[in-house]
């Protein structure tokens, strides 16, 4: 059970918009950034956004994050079959002293 | 290129030890916070430990504290896991991963450079 919740699927078709939620607490999103990652299986978690709303380079702004209190979610636009992955949100663990990640979404594009 | 190499996973028995290597290339390995992040076999992502760049912080999850220590070799641009009393649960695909930052914590940009994995394999 991780300590920030994310719903295990998602889908949308070619071309929709589609949101991912990350619950947390004060003591992790509250009060920190936070990071979504991208994942395809067989390969490297590919970093989405940093400090919770920021694109690294070469990210396309079709991907946006958000935060509010202590929730956040990660948006994708103009969905594409290439969108299909796993995506994890993260952020630092005041209480913890320690880095979390949520459980993952699943995302299936129809 | 910036690169990051994981070697040696391998099978082990439970209560035994394992010591993970990440050989840093194409960046300034001092500059930089590392994490290890693993993922179980249908499982998500599980950050498992970090350091800062000088050594000076150090992290972990409470699932491996005590039994894990993670260090690096600046001369050699590595970061290491020692895994010690290994559990069954331990067996994962086990990432090195950059902090785009030099300290751990809520200052980070995020960890942007990661390797191909390392698997660890626990069982009698």
């Known amino acids: 059970q991780s300590v920030l919740s994310q719903p295990p699927s998602a889908s949308g078709t070619p071309g929709q918009r589609v949101t991912i939620s990350c619950s947390g607490s004060?003591?992790?999103?509250?009060?920190?950034?936070v990071y979504w990652y991208q994942h395809l299986p067989g390969t490297a978690p590919k970093l989405l956004v940093y400090?919770?709303?920021q694109r690294p380079s070469g990210v396309p702004d079709r991907f946006s994050g958000s935060k509010s209190g202590t929730s956040a979610s990660l948006a994708i636009s103009g969905l594409r079959s290439e969108d299909e992955a796993d995506y994890y949100c993260?952020?630092?663990?005041?209480?913890?002293?320690?880095?979390?990640f949520g459980g993952g979404t699943k995302l299936t594009v129809l | 290129e910036v690169q990051l190499v994981e070697s040696g996973g391998g099978l082990v028995q439970p209560g035994r030890s394992l010591r993970l290597s990440c050989a840093a290339s194409?960046?300034?390995?001092?500059?930089?916070?590392m994490h290890w992040v693993r993922q179980a076999l249908g499982k998500g992502l599980e950050w498992v430990s970090g350091?800062?760049?000088?050594?000076?912080?150090?992290a972990y999850a409470d699932s491996v504290k005590g039994r894990f220590i993670i260090s690096r070799d600046l001369a050699k641009n590595s970061l290491y896991l020692q895994m010690n009393s290994l559990r069954d649960e331990d067996t994962a695909l086990y990432y090195c991963?950059?902090?785009?930052?030099?300290?751990?914590?809520?200052?980070?940009?995020?960890?942007?450079?990661w390797g191909q994995g390392t698997t660890v394999t626990v069982s009698s």
């Open positions: 991963a950059r902090d785009s930052w030099l300290d751990l914590g809520s200052g980070s940009f995020g960890m942007d450079v």
């Open positions: 194409g960046f300034t390995f001092d500059d930089y916070a």
């Open positions: 350091i800062s760049w000088n050594s000076g912080n150090i």
């Open positions: 004060s003591s992790n999103i509250g009060n920190n950034y």
């Open positions: 400090r919770n709303n």
């Open positions: 993260a952020t630092w663990d005041g209480s913890l002293s320690a880095w979390v």
